[in-house]
């Protein structure tokens, strides 16, 4: 089938998916029910993924939820590997045709090119395509990782420290590790990017209160030089790392 007719097939698929889950908005008049079905803007096909990309937008008025709680119905349709992206207006349905690999081996060298354009570089991993998804701590400060027992928090915790380590030396970035389950970053513990492991609530305190004194001195050297960002004093000694380290230092054996 050419390209063109299988777009046409794919539209139709979802725009039964839509009638099957009732995402459309209706309007009364006296004499008549008007129905609109969200518009479809793009059928996207990637043969090499084997996968399908839908962009579409809901009418207004049309309640969102319609589309996030029928999951199932876009799962009947298309098979159960999907991803639905989008909260208000405008959604992206990813179907694909095969399931994830159920390995996938960490290989620093593949990592790499892609952490040069970020700052802080968060390697979480690539997703159903293929493409690996690097956020940038730099941009995004807090970040939270959760998942049910066993799903992975551990591992990719680790994916993520060891891609920072590998590619950043101690002088660009000093890690303070809390690991109240004592059993997540023993390996990491001797190496020199790692200023300390804090097994407990009460030695976590110090590093704790360290980062809080660090971050009121960046406060103050920002306002001071006039900068919104640390990356811009980049070149100014010393590095805010090794400051941090100092701190730390000075603070275990005090003089
Ligand atoms: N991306 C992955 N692909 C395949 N297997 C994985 C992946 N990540 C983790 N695993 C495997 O899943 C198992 C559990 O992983 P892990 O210990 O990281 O989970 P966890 O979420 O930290 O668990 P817990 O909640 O018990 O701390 C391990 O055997 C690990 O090798
Ligand atoms: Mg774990």
């Avoid at 009364?28 to 990309?53: G, L």
């Avoid at 990491?188 to 407990?200: A, E, N």
Wanted: hydrophobic letters at 35%; charged letters at 30%; a positive charge.
């Amino acid at each position: 089938m050419d390209k063109w007719r299988a777009k046409i097939k794919l539209r139709g698929a979802l725009m039964r998916a839509f009638k099957l889950g009732g995402i459309h908005k209706q309007t009364t008049t006296q004499s008549k029910i008007y129905t609109r079905y969200p518009k479809i803007h793009e059928v996207h096909i990637d043969e090499e993924n084997e996968a399908v990309r839908f962009t579409f937008t809901l009418p207004d008025g049309a309640n969102p939820d319609l589309v996030l709680k029928q999951e199932w119905v876009f799962k009947q349709c298309f098979g159960n590997n999907i991803e639905i992206d989008g909260k208000v207006k405008k959604f992206i349905l990813r179907c694909y045709s095969k399931d994830m690999k159920k390995d996938i081996p960490y290989e620093f060298k593949k990592i790499q090119p892609h952490l040069k354009d970020k700052n802080i570089p968060i390697m979480c991993g690539v997703d159903r395509s293929g493409k690996m998804n690097v956020k940038d701590m730099a941009k995004e400060h807090h970040m939270l990782l959760t998942g049910t027992t066993g799903s992975g928090k551990s591992s990719l915790i680790r994916g993520i420290l060891t891609s920072l380590i590998l590619h950043k030396s101690p002088d660009e970035i000093q890690f303070l590790l809390g690991d109240l389950k004592f059993s997540e970053f023993g390996i990491y513990k001797r190496l020199p990017h790692v200023m300390g492991v804090f097994m407990d609530a009460k030695s976590l305190l110090p590093p704790l209160q360290i980062i809080e004194n660090e971050m009121f001195r960046r406060g103050k050297l920002l306002d001071k030089m006039d900068v919104e960002s640390i990356y811009e004093l980049k070149d100014r000694p010393p590095t805010l790392s090794c400051v941090l380290m100092r701190l730390y230092c000075s603070r275990i054996n005090p003089k």
